[in-house]
């Protein structure tokens, strides 16, 4: 719609009906899985490359889950149920991520993807192998 008379200046041959319309932004807004990967490119566990953490930071707004890379050299010990440490409320600046403290978490679940579509930051640190949590 244009000119001040609000008509539609396009032909009727190049109206599209709203079904195809829908069509159109159904194929340019697609929901995919992001691979994982980290800001640095660091080497990533194999089988299960992304820990959910619940971060316990006691606000309640924050009361979800937040996935993070899991390095190859944690795969072993970063399972579901142990204690970990994370960089939590940092902000990626020219691919470098800046800011942000530590903070304790537990590992919910590993997966195989992420619903995040930017790099993750990696597990900082297990602080206990043993799990202390229990599968829900």
């Known amino acids: 719609m244009s000119g001040a008379s609000g008509q539609d200046e396009r032909s009727p041959g190049q109206q599209a009906s709203g079904g195809e319309q829908l069509a159109l932004i159904r194929e340019t807004v697609r929901t995919t899985r992001a691979k994982p990967r980290t800001w640095r490119g660091a080497a990533l566990a194999e ?3 992304v820990a959910r953490v619940l971060v316990d930071k006691g606000l309640l707004h924050l009361d979800q889950f937040f996935d ?3 390095p190859a050299a ?3 010990e970063a399972r579901p149920g142990v204690r970990v440490r994370v960089r939590f409320g940092a902000r990626v600046v020219g691919g470098r991520r800046e800011g942000g403290t530590l903070h304790d978490g537990f590992i919910v ?6 619903d995040y579509a930017g790099p993750l930051a990696p597990l900082a ?3 206990s192998a ?3 949590l229990s599968a829900p």
């Open 47 to 49: 089988g299960l490359p």
């Open 68 to 70: 993070y890379a899991v």
């Open 74 to 76: 944690m795969d072993e």
């Open 109 to 114: 679940e590993r997966r195989t993807d992420s």
């Open 125 to 127: 640190q297990v602080l």
């Open 130 to 132: 043993e799990p202390v």
